[in-house]
T-cell receptor, first 115, second 116 residues
Framework: GESVGLHLPTLSVQEGDNSIINCAYSNSASDYFIWYKQESGKGPQFIIDIRSNMDKRQGQRVTVLLNKTVKHLSLQIAATQPGDSAVYFCAENIPSWNQGGKLIFGQGTELSVKP | DARVTQTPRDKVTEMGQEVTMRCQPILGHNTVFWYRQTMMQGLELLAYFRNRAPLDDSGMPKDRFSAEMPDATLATLKIQPSEPRDSAVYFC??????????????FGQGTRLTVV
C-alpha cells in the first residue's frame, strides 16, 4: 500500500560542539547494540558497540549510553567535526536461541556540522 | 584489507527481467545479511544466513525474491521478475557469530538497482 516517505530527524551542530544522537529500540530482549555511520553513496560503517550487560562504553571521541529500562540508546560525539556529517543508525541484535540473532536497524538521524 | 565485496555496484534493468546481486563476505565470517535501503522504509533486513544456512527470510517477498549461499565465499540475491518498486540500494553485510555472541556486521558498498 501507500507509504509516507521517511523524514529523517536532523541534528545540526556547530563545529567543535558536542553532538548527542538518540535512538529508541524496539525489543527488550535485544542483547547487543551498534552505532553505524553512513556517508552518501557508501555502506554503513561501524562506530561503536555495546552489550546489554553494560550501560556505557567509550571510544575515541564517541560514547554510547544504554538505558535498558526505557529501551534507549544514545551516541555522543565530542568536538564534532565537518567529517562527522552523515546519517547515523542504531542497530539492535534480537537474539534467537543458539543462532546469535538478527541485526535490525532504526530509522537514522542526519547529522549536519556547520563549520 | 578485509572487506565485503558486492557486484554489480549499479544495475539498471527493465521491469520483468531477472536480477542477480552477488556478495563476497569477509573470509572467516559465518553470518551474512541482506538489507534493502530506500527513502521510504530505511534499512530493512531481507534475509540472513549463518554457516550458509538460511535462518530468517521473513523480510523478503517470497514470490519474487530468493537468497542463497552456494558456498562460503558467495551469497546471492535474485529478483525474478523485477518490478519498479524493487528499485533500492541492496546491501550485504557479514559478521562472526559464536553461540549467543555477535560481532559487528561489516557492510559492502551496496548495489544500486533501478527497475524501469
Amino acid at each position: 500500500g501507500e507509504s509516507v516517505g521517511l523524514h529523517l530527524p536532523t541534528l545540526s551542530v556547530q563545529e567543535g560542539d558536542n553532538s548527542i544522537i538518540n535512538c529508541a529500540y524496539s525489543n527488550s530482549a535485544s542483547d547487543y547494540f551498534i552505532w553505524y555511520k553512513q556517508e552518501s553513496g557508501k555502506g554503513p560503517q561501524f562506530i561503536i558497540d555495546i552489550r546489554s550487560n553494560m550501560d556505557k562504553r567509550q571510544g575515541q571521541r564517541v560514547t554510547v549510553l544504554l538505558n535498558k529500562t526505557v529501551k534507549h540508546l544514545s551516541l555522543q560525539i565530542a568536538a564534532t567535526q565537518p567529517g562527522d556529517s552523515a546519517v547515523y543508525f542504531c542497530a539492535e541484535n534480537i537474539p534467537s536461541w543458539n543462532q546469535g540473532g538478527k541485526l535490525i536497524f532504526g530509522q537514522g538521524t542526519e547529522l549536519s556540522v556547520k563549520p | 584489507d578485509a572487506r565485503v565485496t558486492q557486484t554489480p555496484r549499479d544495475k539498471v534493468t527493465e521491469m520483468g527481467q531477472e536480477v542477480t546481486m552477488r556478495c563476497q563476505p569477509i573470509l572467516g565470517h559465518n553470518t551474512v545479511f541482506w538489507y534493502r535501503q530506500t527513502m521510504m522504509q530505511g534499512l530493512e533486513l531481507l534475509a540472513y544466513f549463518r554457516n550458509r544456512a538460511p535462518l530468517d527470510d521473513s523480510g523478503m517477498p517470497k514470490d519474487r525474491f530468493s537468497a542463497e549461499m552456494p558456498d562460503a565465499t558467495l551469497a546471492t540475491l535474485k529478483i525474478q521478475p523485477s518490478e519498479p518498486r524493487d528499485s533500492a540500494v541492496y546491501f550485504c553485510a557479514s559478521g562472526l557469530t559464536g553461540g549467543y555472541m555477535n560481532t559487528e556486521a561489516f557492510f559492502g558498498q551496496g548495489t544500486r538497482l533501478t527497475v524501469v
